[in-house]
């Protein structure tokens, strides 16, 4: 489970939904240890603004199953990463398909990264002409993000 780029450890509940609603779109997840059951793990899934949880877990043969919407029939997978592929397309018993994985690989980074520039200079103050014109394009880049997660948003919702 560890080599799992969206396994994200024993975070509790409240992490995994914060992790989610920070990403923001349908259909993003993770993958987590259960707070309640002991070598039991959790696939949780953003819809709609909701955190929806799967239990899932390895059985004694050592194939990965998910409990899924009632009255779907459940299915076994010799490998987790199999389960997931499964379950990234529709009508699989899930609230919503697996569509924007949140890696724990990811969150590391960007944790680890600075958030102030280590050579002493201001962000909000460029002491460079050079800075100063390139700052625009910057914010215009910022703008264009903005568009095209509105358009993403407008398609799946």
Known sequence: MENLPVYHGPIGKEEGERRLAQDGRDGCYL????????????????CKGYVYTYRIHKDDAGSWAAETTPGVDKRYFRQIKNLIAAFQAPGQGLA???????TAQRRARAQAEPRTPTDGLSPTAPTSPFLQQSRPHATQGQKNRNKNKKEVQQAFG
């Open 31 to 46: 993958v987590r240890n259960s707070d309640t059951v002991q070598g039991v793990y959790c696939l949780c899934v953003l």
């Open 96 to 102: 919503m398909p697996l569509l924007f994985p949140v």
